[in-house]
Nanobody
Framework: QVQLVESGGGLVQAGGSLRLSCAASGSSTSINAVGWYRQAPGKQRELVAS???????NYRDFVKGRFRISRDSAKNTVYLQMNSLKPEDTAVYYC???????????????WGQGTQVTVSS
């Protein structure tokens, strides 16, 4: 069993920055891949970035060069540094863990409650 808790969301102006944190507790937290997803009102949930247990990262095109995902295995925490934020980044951001060391097509199996990110014009 795994519990994920997100934090760090808030209200910022366009061009600002936020750092989201995902604290994991439970078993096998240091060997599973983790992804950051987001969901805006009326839209489907979408993958933003992911990181494997080995530290390999992947980003969607719309955040490349602006966001960075990282992992501190000793603290069982995954971060999402968000820079140059845009109004279209406004969404609830979710931390999710896969039941694997890598990202798989089956998708994550554990989800956090989400943290709200709002970017004003």
């Amino acid at each position: 069993q795994v519990q994920l808790v997100e934090s760090g969301g808030g209200l910022v102006q366009a061009g600002g920055s936020l750092r989201l944190s995902c604290a994991a507790s439970g078993s096998s937290t240091s060997i599973n891949a983790v992804g950051w997803y987001r969901q805006a009102p009326g839209k489907q949930r979408e993958l933003v970035a992911s990181i494997t247990s080995a530290g390999s990262t992947n980003y969607r095109d719309f955040v490349k060069g602006r966001f960075r995902i990282s992992r501190d295995s000793a603290k069982n925490t995954v971060y999402l540094q968000m820079n140059s934020l845009k109004p279209e980044d406004t969404a609830v951001y979710y931390c999710a863990m896969y039941n694997s060391m890598i990202v798989t097509r089956n998708g994550p199996v554990y989800w956090g409650q989400g943290t709200q990110v709002t970017v004003s014009s």
